[in-house]
């Protein structure tokens, strides 16, 4: 195969350049899957719907626990009005259950806890106050009382956002709420009890309602991450990719004292080669240049597509003794199954390194194409 010409250009400054191959297996999947969904069984998926449920669960939770609270003073002083019980300390557990859901809440609030422990403890509150219902039950055996018990077991599920905490939470519910009907003697035992199960069934049906609904919009919204932020034909970053991602290396650049280093490199002919030879012979060409750039980077710098033939590497380092990176990508080309009589042309280089508190990514951009062309000029 005929060798290709690379022409390039450097910006005078503190340089730097990248070194060592990346895998682009990543983006090719991302370049033939498109603008598909991402996959709902797939690790992205997965940690998008993490990312989704726990900040629910985190937010919804303490809410619930506080109006949880509140309802449970109110109907334990609803309750001992219509009871017409003398005794006022019959009202403390009411009270003291309807404190801690409180203080609880309050906690949740204030601490940064992880998602699994909110739901876990919201299961544990909900088991609380089926306890307390029951006791409510034990002191007046009555037909409502054991009705607060089969709603909370019915509606508790959708807020818990999770099906471990919910299972036994709602075992703990039927085996206790079953255990006191039984030794009370109180109504139809077999009614009640499948009353119960039919209630924590709904409970889990409108868990995985929920879990589906919020699993949907997590794929979705990794979806539309991805796509705003990828070149769908090539899998490398987009412009605004870039934008988002590059704070996070100048950031490290600055930390550790290391000059900022930008590639623009411009692929030659592109145009002569869609108008002979159609334009899918010319998204052959801009992927091979954007898997032999990803191939030829390390992992951790940044690869986009600026504009149509034009690509952006974006790095830190120290100036290399060997292998520059347009040296590695014309190795890459070369062995690639590209026909060099469809596309013989040449890319142009050009680089600009600074350190980040002498230039912006942005100047860096600029002094990169203005090397770039500074070169294709001067043949």
Known sequence: MARRLYRTGRHQGPGATLAEPQACAARRQVREEGGAMVDPASPMAGAARGAVLRPVALKEIPVALAVTGT????VGI?????????DVTDVIPDAIVSALLIAWSLMLRRL???GTVAQWSYAGAMVLVVGWLLNEF?????TANMAYVVIVMAVFGPLVLSWLPFAGAASAMVVSATAVLVASGWGDARGWIAAYLVAVSAGGLLLGLRVRSLADLAVARATAERLATTDPLTGVLNRHG??????VLVASAKRYGQP?????ADIDGLKGVNDRFGHAMGDRVITAVADSLTASTREGDLVARWG??????????IEPTSGR????????LDASDLDPRMWPGTVSFGSASHMPQVATLDHLIAEADDAMYQVRNAV
């Open 71 to 74: 309802v449970v003073l109110v």
């Open 138 to 142: 034990r002191l007046q055996p009555d």
């Open 78 to 86: 609803i309750n001992f009005l219509l009871s017409g019980r003398p």
């Open 325 to 332: 990176l347009e040296d590695r990508v014309h190795a890459r």
């Open 242 to 247: 870039l934008e988002l991602m590059a704070p």
């Open 308 to 317: 149509g033939d034009e690509f952006v590497v974006v790095g830190l380092g």
């Open 260 to 264: 900022m280093v930008v590639w623009f």
């Open 112 to 114: 940064e806890l992880a």
